[in-house]
């Protein structure tokens, strides 16, 4: 019972979803949970009839029946509140778990995702807003138990008193309409500390990634002051919705206490009249005290779906965000046809670009806007669906093939280079399958041997996160090894040298044309490298957004001044 990609989804299909989808589990915890609520009522009761049959009167065996029942009593609250308490948690606990699972699909899809939210703010969202809103379930239990205790009281009273209970039936949906006047309010407030609390996780995420460059160029303290102007927003935002829980607690307290204190004087008042006995006195003011407990359960509840809506909006925005990248159906290409073609793209900075990489070509372009680098990236990559002209992988648009057909025909090395926690075998394999001799050629060809041959490990050697423990260059390296063991047909490579020094450098190019250099695979690289460009069998140049150059490498050097000044500077 998942949403569809796309699909139109809100806070309250949300919650409603949760509550199907574990209805049974639900029904036996309310069930559970409000007979315990109702033995908890007939507690004050018993004690009433224990004064009227057996302490006035002295008898022995209304005494023992007491007794009995009280025992009895105790005994079905006790067991009737651990059942209902663990199905309620358990459903709370499964809903939170399906929700993170479906956060997680929708963020890792290949098609992308258009919540335009940064990684730190969907950790929140997969994490604390999961947590939260799968309480509802927790919440409409303990809630539907707090009102069953509430009927039997009223009930009880009804017998007792007619306007005792009246009092108490009209008094107490009064107090929950009071009570509900702040939900508004708290889910409003509870809304902005969330959203506030993800985008101080996110920023605090970028900064600890990119730790390592701000230090280099001096500007970790104003970092570190951005960072400190986003927490203090946070926690004026927390502050805010801590004092409308506070306020709702405070007047949840004092109108049930009124309300006790009017019904135990009412009570009284008609003892003294001889209108209702002393046993029916102790369970007038027992059961009016009992009273406030699920009344400020009912407090809790509203606090507690106010946040859950609140949480539950936000995991609409990411469970029903339309997908980036358009796919179709097809599942097979046109082998005749170029692997890659643009044709009169248009996006951002780019004004009208065509270009073609064919079988068996390594195509370089060099961008003298690093704008244009970054639009181009995003067409190729998939991640710009509004823009113009056609992209084609093996004669079909982008937008007619199959996903997977697309995953295993492009594939994109971004600059920067993601590792993950594990070992260099496994990042490099990703997934995948190869022997070691196949392990080898790829880190040879990308020329990351040293990487290899500096622990007694080798490929079993552990890493870290992000591969923190590695040189960027290193992780560069790894990233291009990872990227030619995929053997895509077409990669496309974002200055793939940029860490290494020259001499790595011109290994590192001759690898990558050994690598790919053959009839069935296309390479696009976007550099400025005059190491790389050389080894290119093509060269493109992108200035404002257009193409104003092709040539090989040696012929663009000797003709044109600005690309020499560009490349060879």
């Keep these: 019972m998942t949403f569809a990609v796309g699909e139109e989804v809100t806070a309250g299909r949300v919650l409603r979803r949760a509550v199907r989808r574990h209805r049974k589990r639900l029904a036996l915890g309310v069930f559970w949970l409000s007979l315990h609520q109702a033995t908890e009522a007939a507690v004050p009761v018993t004690i009433g009839i224990f004064v009227d049959r057996a ?47 479906e956060v997680a699909q929708r963020v890792l899809d290949p098609r992308g995702h258009r919540t335009g939210m940064r990684a730190g703010e969907l950790l929140s969202v997969a994490t604390s807003d999961a947590e939260k809103a799968a309480l509802v379930l927790r919440a409409l239990a303990i809630g539907i138990a707090a009102s069953t205790a509430l009927a039997v009281s009223s009930v009880v009273l009804l017998l007792i008193d007619v306007p005792l209970g009246v009092g108490v039936l009209v008094g107490v949906p009064l107090l929950v309409v009071g009570i509900q006047a702040l939900s508004p309010l708290l889910t409003r407030r509870t809304s902005d500390q969330q959203e506030s609390v993800a985008s101080t996780t996110a920023l605090a995420t970028d900064l600890v990634s990119g730790l390592r460059a701000l230090r280099g160029i001096g500007a970790q303290h104003n970092a570190a002051e951005r960072y400190r102007r986003s927490s203090q927003a946070t926690l004026q935002a927390t502050l805010k919705a801590a004092s409308t829980n506070g306020l709702q607690d405070g007047v949840t307290m004092a109108a049930s206490g009124l309300l006790l204190a009017a019904v135990a004087g009412v009570a009284g008042w008609f003892a003294l009249n001889g209108r209702i006995s002393i046993g029916e006195l102790i369970t007038v003011v027992g059961l009016a005290q009992f009273v406030a407990e699920p009344v400020s359960t009912l407090g809790y509840v509203s606090q507690v779906l106010a946040m859950a809506k609140a949480s539950a909006g936000r995991l609409a925005s990411v469970l029903g965000s339309a997908p980036l990248r358009v796919t179709g159906s097809a599942v097979s290409v046109d082998p005749s046809a170029p692997l890659l073609e643009l044709s009169e793209v248009r996006h951002k900075s780019l004004d009208g670009v065509s270009l073609a990489v064919r079988r068996g070509e390594l195509v370089g372009v ?17 991640r710009a669906p509004e823009h113009e002209g056609t992209v084609a992988v093996g004669g079909l648009a982008m937008e007619e093939l199959d996903i997977d057909l697309l995953r295993r025909s492009v594939l994109v090395e971004q600059h920067d280079t993601d590792l993950f926690e594990g070992t260099l075998r496994s990042n490099l394999l990703a997934g995948s399958e190869a022997d070691e001799g196949r392990l080898r050629e790829v880190v040879v060809a990308a020329a990351a041997t040293d990487v290899i041959d500096a622990h007694a490990d080798g490929l079993d050697h552990p890493l870290t996160d992000r591969g923190r423990t590695l040189s960027g260059g290193q992780r560069q390296r790894l990233g291009l090894a990872r990227a030619l063991l995929a053997e895509p047909p077409v990669l496309v490579l974002h200055d793939p040298s940029t860490a290494v020094d020259a001499v790595t450098e011109e290994v590192l190019a001759e690898g990558l044309v050994e690598a790919r250099a053959v009839p069935s695979l296309g390479t696009l690289v976007l550099t400025s490298s005059p190491a790389l460009l050389g080894k290119m069998h093509r060269v493109v140049v992108l200035a404002d957004g257009v193409v104003v150059a092709v040539g090989t490498h040696a012929e663009l050097a000797s003709e044109d001044a600005a690309y020499a000044e560009a490349v060879l500077r």
């Design 366 to 382: 060099l961008c003298y806007d690093p704008r244009d680098a970054d639009a181009l990236l995003a067409v190729v990559s998939g």
């Design 55 to 101: 302490v006035s009167t002295g008898r022995l065996e209304p005494l023992v029946w007491c007794v009995v029942m009280m025992v009895g009593l105790f005994a079905v609250l006790s067991t009737a509140w651990r059942t209902g308490a663990r199905h309620g948690v358990r459903s709370a606990e499964y809903e939170m778990h399906q929700l993170r699972l």
